[in-house]
């Protein structure tokens, strides 16, 4: 029987301006993981959460996390952790989210000032965080404080953990998950984690899958300073030119990985996978307008989808050490560092890409008879992760996207990796759901990210609703 | 008969602290022309070279530019004219320099405070613009101050040309030197320049030809904003792939230029030319030392000199718009202008260079079949110069070299554009004589730019004696 939570839902409507207040209070804080001299701000922004989920009747721990490796001038932030609810009779769900942002500068292009949460006219609202990851922390806030102010039994127990160095590579978390997994963890019969977003703007969809990815430096240096073009142009191998050079062998413009061996990691394509993505709610507009542009590699929704969830890639974000700024200087770079990554998928094995790319890139540079000297190396990596959207965690968040937004949710994976979903897999040994609530143009990481108000609302109800079809879930393992 | 000048020479070493104390002062003045926020300290520094060039007894006028080109709510900074002298029966000199420097800062990997000059246990004074170009700029000045403290007559009128733009390419600067060629500049018979480099670090040379140089922007535009790699990798033309791979084909690790049509515009190199780069004093451990290493294309003294003066050379400078910081950021970057020059030597017509350049690109481009835009275009370019050696000017320099130097100066070309050079000899019609001061170790442009003090001194002496031998030259244009 379908759970009734008609008075939970006009408690959120009603409450709806408050929760966007407490998600103006969270955007204002600018919590950037990134950059040494906000880390303060990133503390803080721990500690607003730590106080509202006090406030709401949350037992709640500031979990310290030591010193920031490679920056020991530096704490990292606290995890939040907290429980709401210890009813033996309950289910208990783990929820993840993190409360640090992006960096932003409104110079970057923004419209608007990135920590000043600004509504537009078609109810968007603009902020950095919005929609990566504040809006859906405040999520499960909201939802408590609606149960509370409707009357509602809270269905299941809560277990919470936000962390605050997601956008700076999860530093010190998994660790602690594995620590706590028997610990404060101990109990959770289920994961759920809402920090990706809809495939397209109308949909919902439940998250199965996640890319991996492996990230490369490939440092080529010989001067022993930067030099001047106009002395040593025509005289020097020039750092500059081997590493595009060597870069140029990675990717081809049709997005083609060219290192050899990388393809033949990859799962095959079977005649029913294929046939799964023709249903997805998902046009290729969609895509032209988060994208800003057409400039799709394919032309077609599914090429287009296994591009995204199924297929590597390969992207070079840039050059640390060449000459980034606007005008035309002329220096011949001494050391430059071409930043490179590679997005996995099954059954790529991170040793075996790793391998690939390093006899690649070497080889490659070999071939140039170039005296200067060139080192890659992986910075970072993180597996991809599948999960069974069998199991009742799925359905039961399946059963609560009906109830919210009036359609089944599409099946999806992700292109982006969210490393910390697999921590949680292997730490708990629980199936781990991805629930999104914000949507394909909220422009997580970019300029202008926003939340649309709908989605926060609808959302905070979506969270809500989740949890009461899990209480009603038969017991047994998906 | 050679002239007297032991009492002006003296006076230069008994006033060298006094010098070194000017020099202190200048460089204290972080004077960089190409950041906004710094331009009130370029104007400083040009009202400070006006203050002690009135103390020293010259007429001075400090002429304003107008507004910065596409900046306009910044006033470039005022040339610095002064006469120095107007006896008619003296030859005139007139002298340019530039006030200006690059920009630095400590965190580049400067060993000291780039604006604080300082000078270490070998006598080599660290400080950004001490021998680029403050410390020649100022040796007229100390010129003068010594001849005035020795009781010796200046041996010829002196016209002084300071501008504050030149390392943000001298904006404004031709048409002034143009309109003023017959008017300000009408009396000189000459030209000299001391804003360039010796070969090695042991043997002055006198300058008579110098490269030109074209810069190109190289911009491939696509999505509406940075995207992330997970979402949109693999499905998505990425700009990075493109522009990396179109600049792969504009130059091999071997300093070879790809652009087809580019080695057929340079002047062949004939058996005279050929013979002159035996005798130049120039090792390969010179070129090692300014270097910091061991990378050079060639393994001989001569083909490396060819490779500086007199063949055209293409560096990749950087990326504008890519990711360039430490970290691992997996952004797509949206819009990124790849910035690349070619150093230009005789024949090498700009108008030439820069369709052969278009048209390879955009040919190359087209190749990618990439949905993204490209577009290049030439941001400056700037002429290549050669000048008689024969001329009275040169003659003059080379018997004050030996005079100060105890060796006859080789005569070299340089592989750097000074642009310029090119706008005097064709504004004033008359023969222009580059005269550096500095040597190759000198890292101008880079960190830790330096001037010996023994360079800065003798330097100084050497552009009084200069003026005396010019005063003796016959009065023939050579
Ligand atoms: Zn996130
Ligand atoms: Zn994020
Ligand atoms: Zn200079
Ligand atoms: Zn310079």
Chains 1, 2 share one sequence.
């Not at 050899?260 to 709610?281: C, F, H, N, Q, R």
């Amino acid at each position: 029987m379908a759970p009734q939570l008609d008075s939970y839902f006009k408690q959120v409507d009603s409450l709806s301006d408050h929760f966007i207040e407490r998600l103006r209070k969270a955007v204002a804080i600018p919590s950037v993981s990134s950059e040494d001299e906000r880390r303060p701000d990133v503390v803080k922004m721990g500690e607003f959460l730590a106080e509202q989920l006090k406030a709401l009747g949350a037992s709640v721990e500031l979990r310290p996390l030591g010193k920031q490796p490679h920056k020991e001038h530096l704490d990292l932030p606290p995890v939040v952790i907290a429980r709401y609810g210890s009813d033996s009779n309950k289910r208990t769900i783990l929820v993840y989210g993190h409360y640090d942002v992006q960096p932003a500068l409104k110079e970057d292009g923004w419209a608007t000032d990135p920590f000043t949460l600004t509504v537009d006219d078609k109810d968007r609202m603009y902020g950095r965080g919005s929609t990566d990851d504040k809006g859906p922390v405040l999520g499960w806030l909201n939802a408590i404080e609606a149960h509370q102010k409707a009357g509602v039994d809270f269905p299941v127990n809560l277990l919470m953990c936000f962390e605050g160095m997601e956008e700076y590579g999860s530093e010190g978390l998994d660790d602690f998950i594995k620590d706590e997994a028997d610990k404060y963890f101990k109990d959770a019969d289920a994961v759920c984690i809402s920090d990706n977003y809809w495939l397209g703007t109308e949909k919902p969809c439940l998250t199965y899958g996640l890319r991996g990815c492996n990230y490369y430096s490939i440092e080529v240096s010989g001067p022993g300073q930067d030099l001047h073009s106009g002395v040593f142009g025509g005289t020097a191998h020039e750092p500059m030119t081997d590493l595009v050079r060597v870069m140029s062998t990675l990717v081809d413009s049709s997005g083609k990985i060219l290192i050899p061996g990388i393809a033949e990691l990859v799962a095959p394509l079977t005649d029913e996978e294929k046939s799964l993505y023709g249903d997805i709610a998902f046009t290729m507009d969609n895509l032209y307008e988060s994208l800003g542009s057409q400039t799709s590699l394919f032309d077609n929704k599914e090429r287009t989808l296994m591009g995204r969830w199924r297929y590597p890639s390969l992207s070079i974000h840039g050059i640390e050490g060449a000459y980034s700024a606007p005008g035309a200087k002329t220096v011949i770079p001494a050391k430059v560092i071409g930043k490179v990554s590679i997005r996995t998928v099954p059954n790529m094995e991170s040793a075996d890409v790793n391998k690939l790319v390093y006899d690649h890139v070497n080889g490659e540079f070999a071939k140039l008879k170039s005296k200067n000297k060139l080192t890659v190396s992986c910075q970072h990596d993180g597996k991809w992760w599948v999960a069974s959207p069998k199991h009742w965690n799925f359905t039961a968040a399946g059963k609560a996207v009906e109830h919210v937004w009036g359609v089944k949710p599409d099946l999806t994976r992700e292109g982006g990796s969210i490393p910390v979903t697999l921590t949680f897999e292997q730490a708990t040994g629980k199936n781990v759901l991805l629930l999104p609530m914000g949507s394909s143009t909220d422009a997580a990481h970019s300029i202008n990210e926003k939340l649309d108000k709908k989605n926060y609302i609808e959302g905070i109800k979506l969270l809500g609703a989740y949890l009461h079809y899990v209480a009603e879930e038969p017991m047994k393992e998906g």
